[in-house]
């Protein structure tokens, strides 16, 4: 019954919510030799799920070198394009349209024009003063201090810079106020969250009063709590601060209820605290998640929240079928067997799960990777390394990761931390056409082109 009616809410909720949760992007390229291009997500967490933000887009030229591709993108986010010199990073706003010209003969090759051109143009600007800001005052060396204070003092004397740099900026360009608010918001929170997340390794161990300093903006800022990632990264804290200090083992229940029953948080503050923390509960058995949600459903009135929450539920216990530019081959007994099967091609091997982050940023590149020896004597091959299946097909769609893909059992990490040293994923080999190993630690595929090339062209 409980599976029933999530799915009819959520049905209801996208067919409401989903409108205008992208952005249409149209444009040139200039300067560049492939047909095809990405845009991605540079990573960070969504503000009521905390679900890594690791969208990608691909972006097909036509004979023109013209364009035209839908981003979604539910808020406000960052994305990026890469560059000969990495990477351009740029804020996309929802619902907007945007005439972008990408030039990769610039240093910065992606800029707007047109109508919203200023929100998107915004990132460039702040960066090239950002360089110059760091550079003149040793930004990096006094925020590694460990002391609160003094770090505290620097990160904020950087966020007023940001606040003045942006309304200068407004001032002068015909920046839209939704862009204008979420930003502003953004600055206000990173010194205390960057604070808590690079200068404070042992969180348990603070007393009241750095606690105090690290929350000196308050609990209570409706538009932060709707909009602000940092902001509720370190209403996480606090709470987690506060069940700290109870002395004994507390039960999820517990920690739940600690929100839920009183007036501890309020508001959006307290509604996205308590969607967090459901969507965190996605693996949990319905005998824990059931009771839980129903508290939570009566709770919670925000229903873009809510729709979050049961998508990420409902997307564990129901994933999507695998799509078909997989070729399956989970069920084989062991590594050995399937290497035979390659015989004959060089093989980079990828070991990744769908929960490792670095694993997941790496796939841009594996892409990028794969079409720059497209038609060579190259077998890709992923191993989905101590993952779930469900999380692992899940993953693997939502990615859009071409190649041939096997999920390990025990009995195959096993055999394969024997064979390439494996202490931690991602983690890259290589084999020869002959089936022997010549590299149990290969580079990443970001870095791994030139020697691809040499072995397969032996």
């Known amino acids: 019954m409980m599976t029933t009616r999530i799915l009819l809410v959520l049905f ?41 933000r690791d969208n990608r887009v691909k972006v097909v030229l036509d004979r023109s070198r013209n364009f035209k591709v839908t981003v ?47 929100d998107f143009n915004y990132f460039a600007h702040l960066q090239d003063s950002l360089s110059k800001y760091y550079s003149v005052n040793n930004f990096s060396e006094k925020v590694r201090n460990k002391d609160i204070d003094s770090v505290l003092f620097y990160r904020k004397e950087l966020a007023f810079y940001k606040v003045n740099l942006l309304n200068e900026y407004k001032r002068s360009h015909e920046m839209s106020d939704e862009y204008y608010s979420w ?43 709707l909009n602000t990632t940092e902001y509720n990264d370190l209403i996480d804290f606090y709470v987690a601060s506060k069940l700290n200090k109870i002395g004994r083992k ?14 501890i948080l309020t508001g959006s503050t307290k509604e996205v605290y308590l969607s967090r923390f459901m969507a965190w509960l996605i693996k949990t058995p319905d005998s824990i998640y059931s009771p839980l949600f129903k508290k939570y459903d009566i709770i919670v009135r925000n229903d873009e929240m809510k729709q979050n929450v049961i998508s990420r539920r409902n997307d564990y ?27 004959g091609k060089i093989i980079y091997l990828d070991f990744w799960a769908s929960w490792c982050i670095p694993c997941r940023a790496e796939m841009l590149n594996a892409a990028i990777l794969k ?86 062209s032996k």
């Open 250 to 263: 507390l039960t999820l229940n517990d920690r739940f209820n600690y929100v839920a029953d009183s007036n």
């Open 12 to 52: 209801i909720s996208t067919a409401t919510l989903s409108i205008n949760a992208q952005v249409d992007i149209y444009g040139t390229v200039k300067n560049y030799s492939d047909s095809i291009l990405y845009i991605n997500e540079t990573g960070g967490f969504h503000n009521f799920t905390r679900v890594w």
């Open 317 to 343: 216990v129901n994933p999507a079928v695998s799509s078909s530019i997989f070729v399956d081959n989970s069920r084989a007994n062991s590594i050995a067997d399937i290497l035979k099967k390659y015989r």
């Open 371 to 456: 079409e720059k020896l497209k038609g060579k004597n190259i077998a890709f091959i992923y191993f989905g390394y101590n993952d779930k299946e469900k999380a692992w097909r899940k993953a693997r769609n939502q990615l859009e990761i071409a190649g041939e893909h096997y999920l390990l059992t025990e009995k195959m990490i096993k055999e394969a931390d024997e064979l390439f040293g494996i202490n931690g994923i991602p983690h890259y080999a290589i084999i020869d056409k002959d089936g022997k190993i010549i590299s149990k630690r290969a580079d990443r595929p970001n870095d791994v082109y030139q020697e691809l090339l040499r072995l397969v």
């Open 183 to 225: 930003i502003r918001s953004k600055y206000l929170y990173e010194p205390y969250e960057r604070t808590v997340v690079e200068n404070i390794p042992n969180r348990d161990s603070l007393d009241n009063i750095a606690i105090s300093k690290i929350m000196e903006k308050g609990i209570n800022d409706e538009y932060a709590a």
């Open 72 to 118: 979604p993108e539910e808020s406000i986010g960052s994305w990026s394009i890469k560059t000969q010199n990495g990477s351009q990073l740029f804020d996309l706003v929802k619902g907007e349209k945007l005439n972008l010209i990408v030039d990769f003969s610039k240093r910065n090759p992606v800029y707007a024009i047109g109508v919203n051109a200023d």
